[in-house]
């Protein structure tokens, strides 16, 4: 079945940087358009940013120029690094695989930041 395992979620500080890894099973990963959504306490899900098949990406206004979205087709892999963070970026970080209507979701990993 199709697994998608976050990492790399923790408690930082203002300022600071974290990276966040999905490693994806299941799937014919080249294939699907990947995605971070986070979520925070009381707040609906949102896109944080996505990254096609073919490498194209995309970023919410809120976090262009800071977080970049990356993948690793030889790994499995989805990469979300995290600079200049803010308190305002606290939230469970969800992995996204999507094709078509097709999507799965990772498990989530909690993101805080300290101001």
């Known amino acids: 079945q199709v697994q998608l395992v976050e990492s790399g979620g923790g408690l930082v500080q203002f300022g600071g940087s974290l990276r966040l890894s999905c490693a994806a099973s299941g799937i014919i990963f080249r294939l699907v358009n990947m995605a971070w959504y986070r979520q925070a306490p009381g707040k609906q899900r949102e896109l944080v940013a996505e990254i096609t098949s073919g490498g194209s990406t995309n970023y919410a206004d809120s976090v262009k120029g800071r977080f970049a979205i990356s993948r690793d087709n030889a790994r499995n892999t989805v990469y979300l690094q995290m600079n200049s963070l803010k308190p305002e970026d606290t939230a469970v970080y969800f992995c996204?695989?999507?094709?078509?209507?097709?999507?799965?979701w990772g498990q989530g990993t909690q993101v805080t930041v300290s101001s």
């Open positions: 996204n695989a999507n094709r078509g209507s097709i999507a799965f």
